[in-house]
């Protein structure tokens, strides 16, 4: 039984010991090992993820709304490069007493928007004209803004054709002098009318210059004219009286009253008329070959006086002159107003449908340049005798409203005297509106341009009567002074 019993117990021991044994060993397998760090780092770890998610999820989020904002600007951009497709961003109808300068892209029709600024180059010259450019360095300058690139075809006719024809006669001048020769030899003058050229559009002007001023390097030869040297010319010409009358030339006499004009065309004469005996005694006036002579022969008279004034007073004297001229003639084209006559053809009381019809036409005849205060009377009357001859007897400018400023370029209206573009290194390219001609365009009651004039008579200014009220000595005087000085500032103006 002892002996049973302790086997018993021994096994039991034994198996106690294995279970014991294999207790201990799975207290040290892999699977325990971790449920214990487990659970030892399980709000430790947590944290940590929960931290990294919300890093995550931040990092995404910022990444997202970069994306998004490159994508808007890259619209916005794209947006901002097309042109508008309505007729809300059409050209604002203003009227400063500064224009802006520059025409939209792709569309020259449009009027000026936006500030320009000229590109300027080393010019590349041809070595061969002799002229001393550094004599006209200024002249060169006012030309080269007056015929800036985007402005020119704007200004041609008023401001830019005007001083480009300006400066060519003082170069002609101006690289004769010391010499006994008034013009240039031909192969020099296309020398040197090509340097002329590239170095106006060195400086900014516009490269189709001499297209727009129907200008050429024969205009520097003095042409068909017979006489060309200074000793020829001094021999034939009274030259105390044409340096008299045209050293200085008053702006506000010279184009109604002209003194200047005379003087240049009767040198003129006597120079052309040297070439009656090469022409076998013919009439030299007499078809176009006399007319050519006699205006080639006005450029040597030109290039006479330049050589005498200093290159600003000569230029302020061609300016004037050619002022004079520009102011007489309307520059604008018209169109047959068809529609403008079958809407107002009937029309005595102001109508909205003739008004609009009237003020399109307007509208696109204003796109074409700018024009001067005289020009505009000489246009707005062209126009109503179309419309005269179309049936139309109405004062429509009346009836609509319509005013001189009305033909011009945005509405701006140059003086009639010479005026120049002027450069700002922050503004760019600008010119000064007339603001002063806010008035009524004119109806003619006369069916023909023959009546027109701009030129105030002698007699428009009155003597003052004597007073017929002696209680009252200076009634009368005061209305008639009022009506001087009113009919004085019609001519300043005009």
Not at 60 to 71: G, N, P
Not at 156 to 175: A, D, E, T
Not at 211 to 217: F, G, N, P, R, Y
């Amino acid at each position: 039984m002892v002996s049973g019993t302790m086997d018993y117990k021994t096994v039991d021991r034994f198996r106690q010991q294995q279970q014991q044994e294999q207790q201990r060993h799975q207290s040290f397998s892999p699977k325990m090992i971790c449920g214990k760090i487990v659970n030892r780092l399980k709000g430790t770890l947590c944290r940590r993820v929960l931290l990294f998610l919300i890093w995550f999820s931040t990092l995404e989020d910022m990444t997202t709304l970069k994306v998004l904002a490159e994508q808007n600007s890259l619209i916005t951009n794209h947006e901002l490069a097309q042109s508008p497709t309505t007729e809300l961003f059409n050209p604002i109808q203003v009227s400063p007493s500064v224009i802006p300068h520059t025409p939209i892209p792709n569309d020259p029709t449009l009027p000026p928007l936006y500030p320009t600024f000229p590109t300027t180059y080393k010019p590349v010259l041809t070595g061969k004209c002799p002229a001393n450019f550094s004599a006209i360095s200024n002249i060169m300058e006012r030309t080269a803004a007056d015929c800036s690139q985007t402005l020119a075809p704007l200004v041609g006719n008023v401001i830019c054709c005007p001083q480009f024809s300006s400066l060519i006669h003082i170069f002609q001048g101006y690289s004769s002098t010391g010499s006994n020769e008034l013009v240039l030899h031909e192969d020099t003058a296309n020398d040197c009318f090509l340097d002329i050229t590239s170095t106006l559009a060195s400086r900014g002007a516009n490269s189709t210059l001499t297209t727009l001023c129907s200008v050429k390097a024969s205009n520097l030869t003095g042409g068909s004219c017979p006489v060309k040297d200074l000793s020829s010319f001094e021999k034939l010409v009274n030259t105390s009286l044409l340096l008299e009358a045209c050293s200085t030339v008053d702006p506000l006499k010279e184009c109604c009253r002209p003194v200047c004009q005379p003087a240049i065309a009767d040198a003129a004469l006597q120079l052309s008329a040297q070439q009656t005996t090469a022409n076998d005694n013919k009439n030299l006036l007499g078809g176009t070959v006399g007319v050519d002579t006699l205006n080639d022969c006005k450029g040597v008279v030109y290039s006479w006086l330049s050589r005498k004034l200093s290159a600003d007073d000569a230029n302020t004297a061609l300016r004037m002159l050619s002022s004079c001229k520009i102011n007489k003639v309307c520059p604008l084209e018209f169109k047959q107003p068809l529609e403008v006559a079958k809407a107002c053809r009937n029309s005595a009381a102001p109508s909205p449908y003739c008004c609009s019809s009237l003020n399109r036409y307007i509208s696109g005849i204003q796109k074409q340049m700018l024009i001067t205060n005289k020009q505009a009377i000489v246009c707005s009357t062209m126009f109503a005798l179309l419309l005269q001859k179309a049936g139309v007897m109405t004062n429509l400018y009346e009836l609509c409203d319509v005013d001189l400023k009305d033909f011009s370029l945005q509405g701006c209206l140059l003086r009639s005297l010479p005026a120049d573009i002027v450069f700002d290194n922050t503004t760019g390219f600008s010119f000064t509106c007339d603001l002063n001609d806010n008035i009524g365009a004119p109806w003619p009651s006369s069916s023909s341009m023959s009546s027109l004039s701009l030129c105030a008579p002698e007699m428009s200014l009155p003597a003052l009567p004597r007073a017929r009220n002696l209680g009252n000595p200076g009634a009368d005087v005061i209305v008639n002074d009022k009506f001087r000085r009113s009919t004085t500032r019609w001519m300043e103006i005009y």
